[in-house]
């Protein structure tokens, strides 16, 4: 029941830039709420990435960065590392009847 | 250490019950609101229910409204989810996560490690 679209997969050498689209609406992304992104390695659980639609918490990497405009956000992660090969999902509040939270469809990054 | 563990998870027939509890630790836990999020096998993150951190008030997904009841113990600093009716489809690991504060608003910035629920015959 995911409501925030993203693309399925992306992929980046070493040392390259890639983004992460994440494609709302206007009950949710475009009603002005915030958008959050997470981390999700292999086998464990998310970690918040990027809060508030642009901030970073301590000890997340600056190669992380985020923006919003309209009824999309994205997530760009630049000088691409091994250790990025995750996925990774953005989150929005929503005001619509059925859910509070929604989370993006999740996209795998996989460093080439 | 900040820290949410994650408990009761098991297999279940479907329409069965079970009861999933959150301990938290490291924060104070009766001044954040808190969630379960879920993750079928394979699938993305699913939102599934919320409460205040009084407890006052509750939120929940579309697919568990009327099945599922979060509830918390600030005294115990536990967080309940009770689980009814089980279906198939309510398969995943379930992630207890903390819900932030002021510039983290609305965002999900401590979670568990995960507890898994099966629902099969």
């Known amino acids: 029941q995911s409501v925030l679209t993203q693309p399925p997969s992306v992929s980046g050498a070493p040392g390259q830039r890639v983004t992460i689209s994440c494609t709302g609406s206007?009950?949710?992304?475009?009603?002005?709420?915030?958008v959050h992104w997470y981390q999700q390695l292999p086998g464990t659980a998310p970690k918040l990435l990027i809060y508030?639609?642009?901030n970073r918490p301590s000890g997340v990497p600056d190669r992380f960065s985020g923006s919003k405009s309209g009824t999309s956000a994205s997530l760009a992660i630049t000088g691409l590392q091994a250790e990025d090969e995750a996925d990774y999902y953005c989150?929005?509040?929503?005001?619509?009847?059925?859910?509070?939270?929604?989370f993006g469809t999740g996209t795998k990054v996989t460093v080439l | 250490e900040v820290q949410l563990l994650e408990s009761g998870g098991g297999l279940v027939q479907p329409g069965g019950s079970l009861g999933l509890s959150c301990a938290a630790s490291?924060?104070?836990?009766?001044?954040?609101?808190m969630s379960w999020v879920r993750q079928a096998p394979g699938k993305g993150l699913e939102w599934v229910s919320a409460?205040?951190?009084?407890?006052?008030?509750?939120y929940y997904a579309d697919s568990v409204r009327g099945r599922f009841t979060i509830s918390r113990d600030n005294s115990k600093n536990t967080l309940y989810l009770q689980m009814n009716s089980l279906r198939a489809e309510d398969t995943a690991v379930f992630y207890c996560?903390?819900?932030?504060?002021?510039?983290?608003?609305?965002?999900?910035?401590?979670w568990g490690q995960g507890t898994v629920v099966t629902v099969s015959s």
């Open positions: 490291g924060f104070t836990f009766s001044t954040y609101a």
């Open positions: 409460i205040s951190s009084s407890g006052e008030r509750t």
């Open positions: 996560a903390k819900l932030g504060k002021v510039a983290t608003r609305d965002a999900f910035d401590i």
């Open positions: 508030g639609n642009t």
């Open positions: 989150q929005s509040n929503d005001n619509s009847l059925s859910v509070f939270y929604v």
């Open positions: 206007r009950s949710n992304i475009g009603a002005g709420y915030g």
